[in-house]
């Protein structure tokens, strides 16, 4: 019960978390100025796309790790294989001894309903880009990784 609840509390959490927003719009900058585009509408060749990730990666690296919440540290992110972009976190009010894998996929499906239904992750997943959060205990032990796909969120790839 203990397990379900955490994810649970983990859930909640990431959904005020993602409300906040603000990647999109670097992203948007980023990929707009290099398409001379207006934010938030570029569709950008997959270079552009591979490049700004890259570039974002890079900045917000530099302002890592963040606490999102009392369970929650965003350590880094990672872009690449191709357009994709990940957010790394650390579970760390847990260790792995406190979760059962099995009640992730309540976790995921609430993390899925909120990244596609936000409007800063719109950019992303128009420009196809593969949206992926890793997340690990305070142990150290990886814990799971959901990847949201453009078409997971009804956009064309």
């Not at 490049?51 to 974002?56: Q, R």
């Not at 990666?57 to 965003?74: C, G, K, S």
């Not at 993390?111 to 936000?118: E, G, L, P, R, T």
């Amino acid at each position: 019960m203990k397990q379900i609840l955490i994810v649970l509390a983990l859930a909640t959490s990431f959904s005020a978390y993602a409300a906040k927003g603000g990647i999109g719009s670097i992203f948007a900058g980023l990929i707009g100025t290099a398409v001379g585009g207006a934010a938030g509408k570029a569709i950008a060749t997959p270079q552009t796309v591979e490049k700004a990730l890259v570039t974002m990666t890079n900045q917000l690296n530099q302002r890592l790790p963040m606490a999102v919440d009392a369970e929650t540290r965003w350590d880094t992110t990672t872009a690449g294989q191709g357009k994709r972009f990940t957010y790394n976190y650390t579970i760390i009010s847990a260790t792995s001894r406190d979760f059962d894998k099995r009640a992730f996929p309540l976790f995921f499906q609430k993390i899925k309903a909120d990244v596609c239904s936000s409007p800063d992750m719109v950019i992303f997943f128009k420009n196809g880009v593969t949206v992926g959060y890793s997340y690990s205990a305070s142990d150290g032990v990886f814990l799971s990784k959901l990847d949201i796909t453009p078409k997971d969120c009804g956009y064309a790839t």
